[in-house]
């Protein structure tokens, strides 16, 4: 082994679990410690302010100035309390990370001194200098401002000595900018077009809310390890690597015992979370060594989302105080299981109803089966849409390999719940509707039982699961921001829902009962979305010829993909329901494009460097002392006894020269090949020509290069190996 490579690889070894601080309290007690919460907003706000308070962030009304100017205050005295010094507004540009830029609370008191001060003003709008971030060409250099408004839904918290302000971030001319904006639009257009449905059925409603349940997956590596590979400190994911002989097959890692040091660390974590007021709940190993999950429960998405964002952080954060780096990338490493981010998602109702679950009357489930029915049409009209919500350069690597969702949206509902619906489909209006019941009708619906899928039901194949009383949006990327997969879920269903009422309204006037009306709308849309049901084995080969003829989007390539937001019914469906326009649209194309590109340019910039700096002066320095073997042998021997002895590193050499022959032509081919895609002016046609063409030969390189690895000697590589990285904790 490299002097450097035992070195880390030792280090790793002996690194010992950190001594965690556990508080002295129980969670319930230290739970959102660092949150303005309600609760505190109570104790910190004068009476007036906090019901005003409450007004805006139940009803969403707008705050006065000077209501606003008393939150701040009581605001600062809060955060002040507990450390603070700087404030930030916390926004989540279109980059996958979030941002902040922080100000003291000081102010000049006029008299020589120092004041701190926090204004309402400087709490609700701010204008950060932020134009470096992507922003697809809507800012202009000289109109370059974008503001930064409070989001008030989403309450406001301290992390170590600054306060942090959930924000949205818009451009000058009200174009977003952001991730948080359209989400807010999204959730507002289902909340609207949801409560008119549910009238329907029950007048009381006032507000339906969705809720988002994310299951976090990612990788844990000893931080030497990690520092020794500059593809995963530069990429996120390793360029290249051999398999190790053993990594998930024996499947003895997954619901696995958690190795100590790697539970220290989600303990530490867990802590740090809930004291942000991040229900995080459920922990365990994952399918591939070394790779891990967390999952909180369930909340309204706006919040849910924020959190995901914030605990992305500080599990990158807490990880290093373990001598562990995180890794979010959906493919760090070839051959094992990559990391997605399901996105368990429903809706629910103010008056305590969960729109995705059965309930116990035929009219109950007359609306449960409404609210999924329109789930599976949006998700059939839109699904080539859904799939470029989850699309990045990087959760490319997962989708369409044969162990995460495929490349092709489609949703499993199970056996019983397929069973309902064709039923309802098949039956006549006639036997449907008899007369009884509160409503003088009697539905002829059959009873659903209340946990319809039990775990052996689950199909783990289907990118849109049913699973009981939710969808589960399983094609969501490890590394993603979840807005992006919500904003196009929830909006999509927003479309939905208002087409379902029109139809509905349609017959009514006609003359239909309103049960009725449903039950033949709903009859109709069940016809109409079957394609996109499936509950076969979404990786094989025959349900790609079968989705392409049920006509369903089969695309696979990532820049191809990002069209879909461009299309008609796209563009349609985001401005009918007021959530983006086609000039936003078309910026954050670009801005996608343009990442995506620069994700492949870098890769295959560190793979050229990787290569000409490692791997070939050590496959040559390996193929020299063959060589001089080959030699020696001679020198020692009769002519054709040292042929005949040397004859297997012969073949070694020559195989050492063919690999490294192969790895700099073809670097070299890449290096040409980047500059032709240049000088591509479009952003989509760059981004196309790195998918199609330097994309592909990374692969190709890399495939020579891993078989250097079993060639070369051990002792002389350098970088950490597949089974170093995968398997020391
Ligand atoms: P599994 O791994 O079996 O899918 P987990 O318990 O790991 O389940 O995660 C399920 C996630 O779904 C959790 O975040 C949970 O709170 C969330 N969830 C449960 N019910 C709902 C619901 N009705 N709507 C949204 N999310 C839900
Ligand atoms: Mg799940």
Redesign the pocket.
């Known amino acids: 082994m490299s002097k450097l490579r035992f070195r880390v690889v030792e280090k790793a070894f002996q690194t010992k679990p950190l001594e965690v601080h556990v508080p002295s309290e129980r969670p319930s007690e230290y739970f959102a410690k660092y949150v303005f919460t309600r609760e505190k907003m109570f104790k910190y706000l004068p009476t007036h302010v906090y019901n005003q308070m409450v007004d805006v962030m139940d009803n969403g009304v707008t705050l006065d100035r000077d209501i606003a100017d008393k939150v701040a205050e009581g605001m600062k005295r809060w955060a002040m309390e507990l450390g603070a010094t700087h404030y930030t507004h916390w926004f989540q540009p279109l980059t996958e990370g979030t941002a902040e830029k922080h100000d003291a609370f000081v102010e000049h008191d006029g008299k020589g001194g120092m004041m701190e001060e926090f204004s309402g003003k400087l709490l609700v709008q701010q204008e950060p200098d932020a134009s470096s971030f992507p922003n697809g060409g809507i800012r202009n250099t000289f109109e370059a401002r974008g503001y930064s408004a409070w989001d008030p839904s989403s309450p406001v918290f301290v992390v170590d000595d600054t306060l942090c302000i959930p924000t949205v971030f818009i451009a000058y001319t009200g174009e977003s900018l952001d991730y948080k904006t359209p989400l807010l639009k999204a959730l507002r257009a289902v909340n609207k077009a949801a409560v008119d449905v549910c009238q329907y059925f029950n007048p009381d409603v006032k507000k339906v809310v969705a ?5 976090q997956e990612y990788f844990l590596v000893d931080e030497g390890l990690y520092a020794a590979r500059p593809d995963l400190l530069l990429t996120g994911r390793t360029l290249m690597g051999h398999e190790a002989s053993k990594n998930q097959q024996l499947e003895d890692h997954y619901f696995g015992a958690i190795p100590t040091r790697v539970a220290a660390f989600m303990k530490d974590l867990e802590i740090q979370a809930l004291e942000l007021g991040i229900p995080v ?2 922990r365990h190993n994952e399918v591939a060594p070394n790779q891990f ?1 967390l ?4 909340e309204e998405c706006n919040l849910a989302v924020d959190h995901n964002m914030l605990i992305m952080s500080l599990m990158r954060k807490v990880a290093r105080t373990h001598g562990f780096r995180v890794l979010l990338h959906e493919k760090p490493f070839k051959g094992v299981n990559g990391s997605g981010k ?1 996105n ?3 809706l ?1 109702t103010d008056t305590g109803i ?1 729109l ?2 059965p309930g116990k009357t035929a009219e109950e489930n007359l609306r449960f089966i409404t609210f999924v029915v329109n789930t599976l049409m949006a998700v059939y009209r839109h699904n080539g849409l859904l799939k470029a919500s989850i699309m990045s350069a990087t959760n490319a690597h997962r989708l369409g390999a044969n162990e995460a969702p495929p490349a092709i949206i489609s949703s499993f509902l199970g056996k019983q719940l397929s069973k309902v619906l064709d039923h309802m489909e098949n039956s006549s209006t006639n036997e449907l509707v008899t007369l009884s019941g509160k409503h003088g009708m009697k539905l002829d619906i059959p009873q659903i039982p209340e946990l319809l899928i039990d ?1 052996t039901d689950r199909n783990r194949t289907s990118p849109f699961a049913f ?4 969808f ?1 949006f399983r094609a969501v990327g490890s590394e993603a921001n979840c807005a992006s997969a919500m904003i196009a879920l929830n909006t999509a269903v927003a479309e939905q829902l208002i087409e379902f009422k029109k139809d509905v309204d349609t017959l009514i006037r006609q003359g239909e009962s309103k049960v009725e009306a449903i039950i033949q709308v709903i009859r109709k849309y069940i016809t109409l979305s079957k394609p996109i049901r499936f509950d076969g084995n979404g990786y094989s080969d025959e349900w790609k010829e079968e989705a392409e003829r049920r006509g369903l989007d089969c695309e696979t390539s990532c820049p191809l993909i990002f069209d879909r937001y461009l299309t008609d019914e796209s563009i349609r469906m985001f401005e009918s329901t007021g959530v983006m326009n086609k000039k936003e649209l078309e910026a954050r194309n670009e801005v996608k494009w343009e990442t995506y590109t620069k994700k492949i340019q870098i890769e295959a910039r560190v793979l050229g460097d990787l290569v000409m700096n490692h791997i070939v002066p050590i496959a040559i320095e390996y193929q020299s002392k063959l060589i001089d073997n080959v030699y020696k042998m001679k020198e020692l021997f009769p002519a054709d006894e040292a042929n005949q002895l040397s004859s297997e590193n012969i073949a070694i050499i020559r195989k050492i020269a063919e690999h490294t022959n192969y790895i700099k032509e073809h670097v070299d081919a890449m290096v040409e090949a980047r500059k032709v895609a240049n000088k591509i002016t479009s952003e989509r046609e760059k981004a196309i020509a790195y998918h199609d063409t330097i994309s592909p030969m990374l692969e190709r390189i890399r495939y020579h290069i891993d078989k250097l690895e079993l060639i070369v000697d051990d002792q002389m590589w350098t970088l950490p190996k597949y089974r170093e990285l995968l398997f020391i904790r």
């Open positions: 809720y988002l349940g994310w299951e709940k459920t999950e999952a909180p429960i369930f399901h368990n998602w429903s629910g969960l995705m679950a775990n699973t009981g009383n939710r589960e």
